[in-house]
């Protein structure tokens, strides 16, 4: 009976993968691999697909909404319904080899708020600040002003002239909702969800 040596053998696999040829014929049958969908190996191992990928950003945007929703945060409606804005890009290789993708999930709508109006005084027509840039962000992190203003509310003239809030507890919502995505995701799918300085959602799905 003949003898095979297996560790030849697999030396010799080592080396043809770690060759210039070896790479490139690997890397393109894992492109084709996650383009059409089958990410299935004959060795058991998987290639996150890009459908997988937009499946998970799908569930990443719906559990950043549940997560909003909760009646812990008793989040206005206003801000609510930024939630239905949530979209997301097409995945883009973010890594070297096209190992590492990456996707933007972020709002389409305008976050920003404007100060309150003045309606009185030298300063009349003018605003007390330079208002907001993110509500969502403003009500998930809180705040604490230094000092109370008093002006017109854009939107709400009805109500008169209103004193601004000085404070505000964060509810920590899209925190919570990241950590959730990432237990239930990251080992399987090698992925890695968080926050950027935007403040707009990012999703870094590297494999």
Sequence with gaps: MAHINMSSIMN???????????????????KERRENGN?????????????????????????????????????????????????????????????????D????????????????GNRKGQRTGGGIKNIVSLYDTGYQASKQVYGDWSGHEEAGVIASRTELEGRYFIERAIDSFNRRYSKEYNL?????????FYSNFNY
């Design 105 to 120: 999930i972020y709002f389409q709508d305008d976050l920003s708020r404007m100060s309150l109006l003045i309606t009185s």
């Design 12 to 30: 010799k696999v080592k080396a043809y993968s770690e060759s210039g040829e070896g790479r490139a014929k690997i890397a393109k049958t894992i």
């Design 39 to 103: 990410g299935k190996l004959a060795s058991g191992d998987y290639i996150v697909t890009l459908q997988d990928m937009q499946r998970l950003s799908e569930e990443l945007i719906r559990t950043l909404k549940d997560e909003a929703a909760s009646s812990i945060n008793n989040l206005p409606q206003s801000v609510l319904d930024h939630f239905n804005s949530l979209t997301y890009t097409q995945p883009e290789p973010a890594g070297a080899e096209g190992k590492q993708y990456s996707i």
């Design 192 to 200: 890695d969800a968080r926050v950027t300085a935007s403040p707009e």
